[in-house]
Every structure is written in C-alpha cells, then in structure tokens.
C-alpha cells in the first residue's frame, strides 16, 4: 500500500488538515503516518479526529515512503528539522502551511528544500503571485483549512425568515502584525475596535464575547477589554448552533491568519459574514463580496453604513445568507465520512496530478 508522512512541527496542523489528511486516506488509498514534534500525546487530535486510526512513524527508513508532507511553524524563527530529512528522502515532497503567506518559506528552509519541494500548500495565496520566492511560485497549490468545526451546522434547519438582525461574535483577540494580515502596529487591534464600536454604537441587537487572547495580548486583554465582552465560559454547542442560526450576522474578520473557523461556521449557518479585505487574496470555497459576505474598510468607516443596509433591504439579506449556506453546501460541506464534496474533491485530485504529486 502506498505510505505519506505528515511530519508537523505543531499539533494544530493535524487538526487544520484532518479533511487534506482523510482525502488521501479515503479517495487515494494511502496508508497514512504521523511523526508530531510536539508531544502528540497531549494533542487534541488524538481525541477529536481518532488519532489512534492512523500509525506514528518510527523514525525508521524514510523512504518508504512515497510523499512526505512537512509544515513550517515560522513564528520560531529558527531552521526546519526538515531540511535534513530533506537531504535523505529520495521521492516526492509537499509544503503545508496555514499561517503565513509568502512570508513563510523566507528564514526556515534552504534553496536545496525548496527545489525539491513539489508542491507548497496555503489557505490563502496573495492575488500577486510576484510576491513568493520564484522557487515556489508555479508550484502553489490553494486548499481549503477550518472547515471541520462548521459541519456542526450539516443538518441544522437554517430557516432565513427566522433570523434575527443580530450581530454576534465569540472568539479571541488576535490579530498580529503579518504580511499575510496585511495590519500595520496601528491596526493590530482591528478585532478589539470593531466588537466594541459595535456594542458601544447601542443600536443593535448583538452577542459579543472575547473569550481568550493571544499570548502577546494578554495585557491589554486583561486591562483594556470590558467586563461585560469577556466571558469564561464557552458556550455549550447546542446553544451555539441555535444562536448562529438565529442570528442575521455574524462577526468573521481574520485575526492571525485568514480565513478563520468562524467564517465557515457563519457561512454553515447562513449568517451574513461581516469581514475584511477578502480582495487582496485567494481563499479557496468562500465565494465573493456582497455575494456569499460582505467587506468592511478596516478603519471600520463603512461598518453602520452596510449593517444599515442589509437590515433595511431584506431581499439583498435573503439573497447574501441564501447564497452563504449553498456556497458552502458546495465547496466546504463534508460528505458522510469525511471526505470533500465532489467539487472540491475533484479540484484537489486535478490539482495534485497536475503537479505532479498522485
């Protein structure tokens, strides 16, 4: 039987690739290993995605197998163990990463890995495809990431009649400075400063919740963020799914990276997804501004302007969550066991045969 190897430096990536991970198991017939850096034993994986039904690699004879899919963890700025497996595997390599843009590839692999390197995964690539390293350029490949928490929306009964103009959001404060962010030292609050003009503005009914920060916000979460946005509490998922269904919009701007699991879950709900320069990349299955979400300037200038417009013109509203569920009833919803729906399961078998990888 054909064998990959993920080898991943951090545990989040099994979890934002298990749908990448099923399609080779599932439609190509790959026996699949894992060799984790991090202590997989403590990862959530293990428990959320049946980590015992796939093998961890010995560390023994690298080339058996047939492709070796590495990650790149780059806010550690230091060299990638890969680089030396890179010089012993004798077949065929792939680059995954969800974090960074073109920024990532820049400090942690060398020009010997980067040529033998077939493929390099992102969730979202620059519309300028200039701006990567002229090794990687033709070999980009776009794929889907942060689609496995919306499918708790499947078989919900999304009624769009029923939704009530409220805004809600639940999630953390994040939001650092990157090149795939695009926010400069001014802007890194983005997230903080458009959940509290919401709920400072009073006009609309909404549920605002910060319910954690990334560890270099934690400061200014504790001494900046109110009482009354923080919660300690998450909400149990029944009632998480009945408040998205309820709700008309939903919050779903990028923090570290782009997209988020909350603009497929919004999009699974058949919320309006408020969010934030979608034109200046390529994100796979999320369709197009004031089609499937609507775009927000990140000085937050146009923000009442558009919430007003959807609440006064309901056709316009019906029309954005109409085409938000099927856009990812379409492009994001997982078929029974696991595996992608036949479009995007064909555009990512056209894709890896194109380059050259099944």
């Not at 197998?65 to 680089?83: G, M």
């Not at 009964?157 to 639940?170: A, E, G, M, V």
């Not at 920060?213 to 509490?233: A, G, Q, R, W």
């Not at 320069?277 to 146009?302: A, H, M, R």
């Amino acid at each position: 039987m054909k064998k990959i190897l993920f080898h991943f430096e951090c545990t989040a990536l099994t979890i934002r690739c298990i749908d990448l991970v099923i399609f080779f198991k599932k439609i190509h017939g790959f026996h699949i290993f894992f060799n984790i850096v991090d202590d997989y034993t403590k990862c959530t994986f293990k428990n959320i995605h049946k980590f015992n039904d796939y093998e961890v690699w010995d560390g023994k004879d690298i080339n058996q197998f047939e492709i070796l899919f590495y990650d790149l963890t780059t806010w550690e700025n230091v060299i990638s163990p890969i680089i030396e497996y890179s010089k012993q595997f004798k077949n065929k390599m792939v680059c995954i990463n969800y974090e960074d843009g073109y920024s990532f590839l820049d400090n942690r692999i060398d020009i010997y890995t980067k040529d033998k390197t077939l493929v390099f995964i992102n969730n979202a690539l620059f519309s300028d495809k200039d701006l990567y390293c002229s090794k990687i350029r033709n070999k980009l490949f776009l794929t889907t990431s942060y689609i496995t928490n919306s499918q708790i929306f499947k078989n919900s009964n999304i009624n769009i009649l029923n939704k009530k103009p409220r805004i809600y959001f639940s999630g953390s404060l994040t939001g650092n400075s990157t090149k795939l962010s695009n926010y400069n030292e001014s802007e890194k609050y983005f997230r903080f400063n458009l959940i509290k003009k919401i709920y400072d503005l009073n006009k609309y009914d909404n549920y605002l919740k910060f319910l954690n920060c990334d560890p270099s916000y934690k400061t200014f979460f504790n001494d900046n963020i109110p009482t009354h946005l923080k919660e300690t509490v998450y909400m149990d998922t029944t009632s998480y799914i009945q408040m998205m269904i309820e709700s008309m919009f939903c919050i779903a701007v990028k923090g570290n990276s782009l997209p988020t699991n909350r603009l497929h879950e919004s999009q699974s709900a058949g919320c309006i997804s408020i969010t934030n320069n979608f034109n200046e990349v390529e994100i796979y299955g999320v369709g197009e501004n004031n089609k499937t979400y609507i775009e927000i300037n990140i000085d937050l200038s146009d923000l009442e302007e558009k919430i007003d417009y959807c609440i006064d013109n309901i056709e316009f509203s019906k029309m954005l969550m109409l085409n938000s569920r099927k856009n990812w009833e379409t492009y994001n919803m997982l078929n029974e066991d696991g595996t992608y729906s036949m479009v995007t399961q064909k555009y990512h078998t056209d894709t890896f045969k194109k380059l050259g990888i099944i």
